[in-house]
Structures are given as C-alpha cells and as structure tokens.
T-cell receptor, first 113, second 109 residues
C-alpha cells in the first residue's frame, strides 16, 4: 500500500507570494491533517479535514487555508507569505476515527526569502 | 490551556536502556501516541496507548497513566540508529492532536 505523498518536496518563495501544497493520503484513509514544524516550535496543528469538511482548526491566521477533495486528496494554501512561514509542512492521514494512528508524508520544505 | 511536556535532550550509551517521559494536560483524551523522527525525515509511528498500563513492542515499550497525565517511552538495547527525536502526542477532544516539542536522543558508542 502506497504511503502518504506530498508535493512539492521543496519550495522557495518570496515574501508576499502565495503557495499551494498538496497531499495524497493512504488509500482508504478519509482524514487528512496538516502540521507546521519549525525547530523552535515543534509540530503545530493547522487543520484537519474529513470527507471534504474541516473538522478542526489550529491557532493560525486566516492566511492559512485548506480544502479536501472527494478523493480525500487535500491542499493547503498560504497567502501573503511571511519570512516566519518558512517551515516543514507535514500532512498526516488516518481512517478518521478519533483513536486512529496518523501516518505522515515526507513533508514540503518551504523557504520564504 | 493544552500542553505536553517532555525533556528537550537526552544522551545514552549504546546497549543501555533509556526512558523518555511525557506529561500532558489536555481537554479531552482519546489516546497517546509516540512517534520517532530522524533528522530531515517525517515522523513514524511507534506506539499507541489509550488504557493505563504498559504496551510492549520489541525493544520499545510505552506506559500510560491517565490519572497522572503521564506517559513514558522505554527503549531497550539502544542502537546508534535510535538517535532521533521522539515525539509524544495526545489525541485530545474534537479530533485535534497536540504534539510535544520532542526529545532529541543521542546514542553514543
């Protein structure tokens, strides 16, 4: 069974630009969660989608948004990029129950110049 | 608020046993996870506890006490490849997973 895939793996943008990251979950998984990981802050929860609906949202500004498609693939978008948005963005998929294990993709390394 | 605390760094010797502690305070509890993350890689699942007690899986064991808001990950017969960050995470209420900042484990020869 293929794992979680994320594209692109690396991205360099400049301040003010916007970016879209993509995540394809494990086949059969209906939940996708997004996290931001920085050296100082660890893994910070962005949002979770299940069956195309956002089930929960972390404490990030409105510049961070996401969506999920009917095939469970998910995208997250960051508009008006700031230097502080430089981070590793990880997506994790699970079947969708509260107790399910989340399986992580390799991440997208975003650098904002 | 919700928070998870774990030591920032630990050092241990190859072949030894190390225990990584995690304390948590969350609104709601649907299980506690441990993940391993090597530098530059994604976290990989190690263990899951939802009931009090010890779960053993090969060289790794994880313990949970819900009343104390406490868990630990025990690594036996340490190997150099165990050098990594270990993340404690709680599935809190409302389908939200809270992660600790991680414990960087250095295994020395």
């Amino acid at each position: 069974k293929a794992g979680v895939t994320q594209t692109p793996r690396y991205l360099i943008k400049t301040r003010g630009q916007q970016v879209t990251l993509s995540c394809s979950p494990i086949s059969g998984h209906r939940s996708v969660s997004w996290y931001q990981q920085t050296p100082g802050q660890g893994l910070q929860f962005l949002f979770e989608y299940f069956s195309e609906t956002q089930r929960n949202k972390g404490n990030f500004p409105g510049r961070f948004s996401g969506r999920q498609f009917s095939n469970s693939r998910s995208e997250m978008n960051v508009s008006t990029l700031e230097l502080g948005d430089s981070a590793l963005y990880l997506c994790a998929s699970s079947k969708g129950l509260d107790s399910d294990t989340q399986y992580f993709g390799p991440g997208t390394r975003l650098t904002v110049l | 608020g919700q928070n998870i605390d774990q030591p920032t760094e630990m050092t241990a010797t190859e072949g030894a046993i190390v225990q990584i502690n995690c304390t948590y305070q969350t609104s709601g509890f649907n299980g506690l996870f441990w993940y391993q993350q090597h530098a530059g890689e994604a976290p990989t699942f190690l263990s899951y506890n939802v009931l009090d007690g010890l779960e053993e899986k090969g060289r790794f064991s994880s313990f949970l006490s819900r009343s104390k808001g406490y868990s630990y990950l025990l690594l036996k017969e340490l190997q150099m490849k165990d050098s990594a960050s270990y993340l404690c995470a709680v599935r809190a209420g409302g389908f939200k997973t809270i992660f600790g900042a991680g414990t960087r484990l250095f295994v020395k020869a």
